[in-house]
């Protein structure tokens, strides 16, 4: 059967890994168990740790704001007063872990007394490889002052074995890991002691510092309001009381005279209309219609009134032209008059708008720092009953206790682990050795390396290859083998046929015997050439003849077999070219048998002769270097592989 599913270059085989690696399965499940028993011996042996944890809230109230009572939450507003929010949560979890607190912990708790806290030893010497290597790549010994190195040594093993977080809740968790577990469970009890002292220290404070930040604004304000109310005495002393309402009638005035001033305007350009028709001459009842048209206000009653006629609209009487002239005048007057009080009264409310203005700007001071002092009076009431009252703001859900199994090492974790990388290494080992071998690990890619015309399968030949040289003929005659048939027939055409082996089962010699049988039953007369260190077997001669100066033992029964040769000697031999044509000539085919894969000597010699190369594999024997080796010589024409 042919295959010719072949892949391309540069791809990586998946099948051809994978079975690298099942190839290799004892060699990793041995690194693998040698991970696992090193990564349990290190969980064993290693220092155990001990974590305990302490949990605990501090209630976020608003002891640090204005408790301003409701009633008062315009007046705050107005005053411009807001409260100041007190610390959260984390700004607590991030002192825990800042220097300052951690000196603190270090002196309550004598952590420098710890080694396992404090690991600076000053007296210790360095052994001699270590001092050597320091001294080569120019190591200099900090000159740091010894107390300072001892608590930088210990804020590092602080912030290592100290762990701080706030759960879900809202409450604050503190872990503490330890070799010791009591002192685990005491130093975070201890821990948690030391925050709750300094909480408590910083509210006095803040009470403290709040009450005497009131009772200054207080006294400010006060006197604040007394000078608002002094200087309110004095404008009132100094200028009208009643200058908004002065203003307020001054305006009233100027609107009326304005009013009486337009009303005067507009009689007189109606006395102007009718002095014009006066003039003219022509009274009719048509002329005071066209009057009324051009100015209505000659029915209006005042004009009447002025004018000395009936306030009957029905009776009209035209007026002389000295009455028009005389009441001209009347009103011109009293424009005039009327521009004067406009402006004296303009001048008076100009005067009364400034004292408004600035008696409202007192005003509107004087309500804020009533109001300011109203608010920081009720603030200072509650501030000093608030003092008295110390409610209980720290809460401990969990006191810390020492606990019963390490928290590390995680042996389970560790164990995982070495198995894990024992997988890894153990599995890159193999990959190594399987490139190092350069052997095939798949049938697909030997086929897909060897390329060959044909690819047969070669074990149902390696039990009729065992049997003896006598025995074959008959086994052959009573027994069919497909594949050899199969063979035989691709090389039936082929005066040379070249069996070469690569690590394959049966060997080039069996296979070269067999198929030298069925050419034998075929008809032909048959050479075999056995390149191998036992190339003949004297029970299987008859007699010996010669071709070409080429000792053959000559067999009537089956095929002939050339003695030992030496083959290298044969190949490189001078008559090498009349010894081959004397033997084409002589036989019907020839069949060289080599099972030395590391030498391709003899297929280089026959290349010439155009002969069938049949090349016996197997899988992780057969080294990839000799298939590219025998293909750069001559192309396989037959691949038997297992």
Known sequence: MTDNSYEKDGEIDLSELFTTLWCHKLWIALVTSLFIFCSGYYSLTSTKHFTAVAVFEIE???????????EFGALASLAGLSGVTSSNSEALLERILEREFILKVSQSLSLQEDPFFQTYQPNSRDPIWKAAIKKVIGWEKSDADEQYIIDSTIQESY?????TSQTSAGAIEISVTHEDPKLAAGYANQIMKLVRQTVETEEEKS???RLSYLAETLADALQDMEIAQKNIKNFTLENSAAAQENFIVGSLQLDSLRLERSEAEEFLLVLKTLRELVGLGDLDINAYKALRARAPLVDDLDFRRIMGMSETISSWSWPTLDTIESVRETLSDRISRLDVDIANIEESAISYAASAEDQAKLLRDAKIAEATFTVLTEQVKSQTLVAGFKPESFTVFAYATPPLTPSSPKRNLILALGAVL????????????????????TRSSILSAAQAAVSLKANSLRRPARLPASKLPDALELRSVSVLDEAQVNVADKPIVYVANSGGKPSASQLGRLMAIRSFQSGRNVLLFDLGPQSSKKGDEKSTKDVAGIAINASDETFDQAQSLRGSVFFTSVNFEKQMAALIEAYD???????DAT???????IKSFNPALILLTRLRKTKKANIQKIKSIYPISILFHD
């Open 60 to 70: 976020q109230n608003n002891s640090n704001s204005l408790n301003i009572p409701g």
């Open 422 to 441: 024992g997988i890894f290494a153990g599995s890159t080992l193999s990959l190594i050795n399987g490139m190092r071998r350069g052997v095939f690990y």
């Open 159 to 163: 912030l290592d074995y100290v762990q």
């Open 207 to 209: 009470k403290e510092m």
């Open 589 to 595: 085919q020839i069949f060289f048998c080599s099972d």
């Open 599 to 605: 030498s391709n000597a003899g297929l280089m010699a």
